[in-house]
Structure formats: C-alpha cells, structure tokens
C-alpha cells in the first residue's frame, strides 16, 4: 500500500470520527452566511456596497443587516471619513459565529483525541498536514493552507484577497471602467479599512502591516513601493 492509498483510507475515517453532528452549522439561512462572509472579507461596508457585491435589492440586504444586528452579529458604525454615512461591521458575536459556522469538525472530539497524544506526536501530525497541503495545488491553481474554509479555496482577488467569481479583481479594487486602481489610491483604502477594524493600533503599524500584506498579493508583490521599501 502506498502513502497515498494508506492516507485516503485513513481520512474518511478520521472524518466519521470527528465531523460535526450538530445539522447545519449554526442555523445561518444562506442569505444570512453570505452577508457575514462579505464583511469578513471586505470589513465595514455600507449597506448599498454590501447589495451591489451580493446583487441584492438594497431593501433585501437591510432586511438581513436588521435581523442579524438584532442578533447581537452585527452592528452600524459612523464612517470615520463621511459622519453622515453608516457602516454595517461584524461584532465578536458575529465573528465567532462565522467561524462556528465555517468548522467542518468537531472541535471539542478533535481536542478529545488530541489530549490522548503526546506532544510529539500532535506536532507530527501537524507538520505533516502543512507539508502535504503545501504540495498540493487545487483545480484554480491555488494552494491550499491549513485554516482555509470551502469558500477559501475559489477565485480571489489578485489586490486584495476578497473572493471573486471570475476575472482578477474585484470591485473595489478596480475603477468605473474596470481597470485596477492605483497603487497609492488601493493602499489608502486598505489603510482606512484596517484603521476601523483596529481603531486602537498607531498609523505607523497600519501602514507597515498593510504594505507587508500587500507584497503578498499577486497585483502588488513586484511594485517598487513595496520591493524598495
């Protein structure tokens, strides 16, 4: 038997032994999901944003920011650079939520049987994951990554990072015509973006975790702002 014949043996056993048995996830309509993935995706939104992302009427997507802040998932903000705009964000509530929603395990059986093993094994069995997803590339060329959801391994922004369904950028990378922005106009959004999700952090620590998050991204990697900083 080979590595490979012994590992697909093994892995739908490990599935029946630790996928979840709770139904569906966290009881999230599909409706409810995609609005929650979009903002982890894209961070604080407005709701007309959020339904032309989604294709949604903007009064559909209202109605499902409502429901979902009601629930303690979501919460409006003042847009720092627009007081008189509000911005849909995801509380911690929510945040957890998404990613209760997003385990295919069972979390608590998993640590069960992980407590059963030592240290080096656990480590072993880690390490060995990593080295065998890094070897490994999915149908759109991309390689997948331990901590990735389903959603994780489609088509993805090439700017920054945001699923797409086809083409290389997405719609808040791109101007009317299409077409990338800048560099400068992408990297003060980007800024912006983070600045609201961590209002506590120095604008100096942004920006340089921006720019190291940029160098990372096809469209960026090669620009002379980032390789020459």
Request: one cysteine or more; hydrophobic letters at 40%.
């Amino acid at each position: 038997m080979t590595a490979a014949d012994a590992f697909c043996e093994a892995f739908p056993a490990a599935f029946l032994a630790f996928h979840r048995r709770d139904g569906r996830r966290t009881g999230l309509t599909n409706a409810s999901r995609a609005v929650l993935q979009h903002l982890a995706q894209a961070g604080p939104v407005s709701i007309g944003e959020a339904a032309r992302h989604l294709d949604r009427a903007q009064s559909v997507v209202s109605e499902i920011v409502a429901q979902l802040e009601g629930h303690g998932l979501l919460e409006r903000e003042p847009d720092p650079d627009n007081r008189r705009r509000t911005l849909v964000w995801l509380t911690p509530a929510g945040l957890e939520r998404l990613r209760a929603d997003a385990d295919v395990l069972d979390r608590h059986l998993v640590s069960a049987a992980m407590a059963a093993l030592d240290e080096t094994t656990q480590r072993g069995l880690l390490d060995g994951l990593d080295a065998l997803l890094a070897a490994a590339t999915t149908p759109s060329g991309h390689h997948p990554r331990r901590g990735m959801t389903m959603s994780q391994t489609e088509l993805k922004c090439e700017s920054c990072g945001m699923p797409i369904e086809s083409g290389h950028y997405c719609q808040f990378c791109t101007d009317e015509h299409g077409n990338l922005q800048d560099f400068d106009t992408r990297f003060a959004a980007m800024v912006d973006w983070q600045q609201r999700r961590t209002p506590d952090a120095s604008r100096e620590t942004i920006e340089a975790e921006t720019r190291s998050y940029m160098s990372g991204m096809p469209a960026w990697r090669n620009h002379p702002r980032l390789t020459n900083a």
